[in-house]
T-cell receptor, first 114, second 112 residues
């Protein structure tokens, strides 16, 4: 079955530590996205990528970094500069970056601070 | 400030009843999408309606779009317990082809 796999499902971060969230898709989509979801709020865009070796900042990129070395993979690193990392992180993909393309989502990673 | 906002924030109904959720947005759009999110899961795309469409159906879902009022509604008919989820509208910005903005969602509880 085609889809998006996020891992791990739960992640704990210590003070001053960087952590990396994995996102893999086998849908052959060019575009991939990372969103942050806080309770009672909508999704906020962190980063997106239109194609391999290219990515753009979203609305809340500070304290995060990404890479896109392979079409299938778009890992997100939450750095120690992100002072409030506790949230639900969602990865998505679409055929291309365009307003008329539905996005397909993974089942998320819940990040908490130890 | 958010482009789209759903109303109500929370809705509780009995199984078999219809559920209506609304989305209002601020600036002109090309399309509007509705997504569902079950607790602890990712979002699932339900339906996309273009700015030149007024109504669209998919199974028990009916979406309307009124561009003059900058609003959309999602109607779920004959609701089931399995419809319990949060529902989000997502709008684009007419001047930006690559930006889609999600509202804060409506939490729907369907009581068996």
């Amino acid at each position: 079955d085609g889809g998006i796999t996020q891992s791990p499902k739960y992640l704990f971060r210590k003070e001053g530590q960087n952590v990396t969230l994995s996102c893999e898709q086998n849908l052959n989509h060019d575009a991939m996205y990372w969103y942050r979801q806080d309770p009672g709020q909508g999704l906020r865009l962190i980063y997106y990528s239109q194609i391999v070796n290219d990515f753009q900042k979203g609305d809340i990129a500070e304290g995060y970094s990404v890479s896109r070395e392979k079409k299938e993979s778009f890992p997100l690193t939450v750095t120690s500069a992100q002072k409030n990392p506790t949230a639900f992180y969602l990865c998505a993909s679409s055929i291309k970056v365009a307003y008329n393309q539905p996005q397909h989502f993974g089942d998320g990673t819940r990040l908490s601070i130890l | 400030s958010q482009q789209g906002e759903e109303d109500p924030q929370a809705l509780s109904i009995q199984e078999g009843e219809n559920a209506t959720m609304n989305c209002s947005y601020k600036t002109s759009i090309n399309n509007l999408q509705w997504y569902r999110q079950n607790s602890g899961r990712g979002l699932v795309h339900l339906i996309l309606i273009r700015s030149n469409e007024r109504e669209k159906h998919s199974g028990r879902l009916r979406v309307t779009l009124d561009t003059s009022k900058k609003s959309s509604s999602l109607l779920i008919t004959a609701s089931r317990a399995a419809d319990t989820a949060s529902y989000f509208c997502a709008t684009d910005v007419l001047t930006s082809y690559d930006k889609v903005i999600f509202g804060p969602g409506t939490s729907l509880s369907v009581i068996p």
